[in-house]
Structures are given as C-alpha cells and as structure tokens.
C-alpha cells in the first residue's frame, strides 16, 4: 500500500535485484521503474549500489552506472575485490550492503516509506530498525523463481511485499540475446560470486 503524500525512497541492490529479474526471465527499465515509484509517493531519492572493476579497461556495468547516474539515480560504488579461490578460481567480492544499510539508516529520519529491492537475509534486521523509526518498509525481490530469491525472514518482516513479476508489465522488457549489446546491461553470470546475490 502507498500513499501519494508520503515520502518514499528507493535502495536497490544491484546485483540481486538483476538475479531475480534474470530468474524472472527479463531485464528492468530504470526509467520506467523510476516513474512508477514516483506516480506512488513523494520519490525523494533513488539510490542503486553496485560495486566496479575499476581496473578493467572495460566493465559490463559501466554503460548502466552512467546511464543511471544522469537519469534520476544516486549512484553508490565501491570497487570489487578480485581473488583466487581454494581451487583457483577467479571470484569477485563487491558485497554493498553496509553502504546500503548506512544510507538507509541516515534516510529513514526524512522518509515515510523505503522500498529496498533485494531479497538478501541479512537485511531482516535493517528492516526492523527502520520500521523502529517508524518508517513503513516494502521489500521488492520474488518467490516464483526456482529457487525463490527472496529470504523467508525478510519478506515477513517487511511491511508490504512485492513480487517482481508482479511489476514486469510496468517495468520490465524482454531480455535481449547475449550477442546484443545494451547500453544498460547489467552485471554478466560470472562477474560476481553466487554468494554476493544472496
């Protein structure tokens, strides 16, 4: 439920909300999830974190971290940490959810309502903090993927939960073929470890 006289911001984990989409089977488009959230309530922020291969020549992100940067977003980055794993894999931390939750925690005195898109665990507790405040909390993540994608324990302790196919006619698209290029692609499969989605 959203009032249009509430003040509302939005905290998206980038790299989980791009695996539940993924799951879902489409892409996002910001501008069109940005509008929607701000035809619900007073959008005061936007906020998306991921974090980038600085050294890289190249990042498969850049494209959407500037697109999101002019359109409306506040853009919050760290850069990721690459190692080599036991086996001698190549992993890529970039975990961003301190800064999201700091963020969040500093935003809730000036907010009615936080909408986090991420259906990671380990935000059960910043959830229940905000609403301490009381600040009402809508998480946005899904239950219909295989395996679900969000944590059972977030989505009850969330206010309001809404399941991302529930908003792929308003804001998603087809995802596009992996020999497309987009000027808005997200973060490719191997770019992060499975357990920075969690």
């Known amino acids: 439920m959203f009032y249009r006289d509430e003040r509302l911001a ?9 695996a539940a989409a993924k799951a879902l089977g489409f892409d996002i488009d910001y501008k069109k999830l940005r509008a929607e959230f701000a ?3 007073k959008l005061v922020r936007a906020l998306y974190y991921t974090a980038l291969m600085e050294e890289q020549d190249y990042s ?3 494209p959407l971290v500037d697109w999101l940067d002019y359109n409306g977003f506040t853009m919050v980055t760290k ?3 690459e190692f080599t794993d036991a086996s001698g894999r190549r992993k890529v931390k970039g975990n961003m959810d301190i800064e999201l939750a700091c963020d969040a925690m500093q935003l809730a005195d000036n907010l009615d309502h936080v909408v986090l898109f991420s259906g990671d665990g380990d935000f059960r507790v910043l959830v229940e903090a905000i609403q301490r405040k009381g600040v009402r909390v809508s998480v946005v ?18 206010d309001n939960f809404i399941d991302l196919e529930d908003l792929r006619g308003i804001v998603g698209r087809e995802q596009r073929s992996s ?3 987009s000027d808005d692609r ?8 499975e357990d920075e989605r969690e």
């Not at 997200?186 to 470890?193: A, G, I, L, Q």
């Open 39 to 41: 035809q619900r309530g």
């Open 79 to 81: 850069p990721a940490k």
């Open 179 to 181: 020999g497309q290029q």
């Open 141 to 158: 993540s899904t239950i219909r993927s295989q395996p679900p994608m969000i944590a059972d324990e977030l989505r009850r302790q969330a």
């Open 186 to 193: 997200m973060e490719s499969d191997d770019y992060f470890d």
């Open 10 to 18: 939005l905290f998206i984990d980038g790299s989980n909300l791009y």
């Open 60 to 62: 498969p992100i850049r």
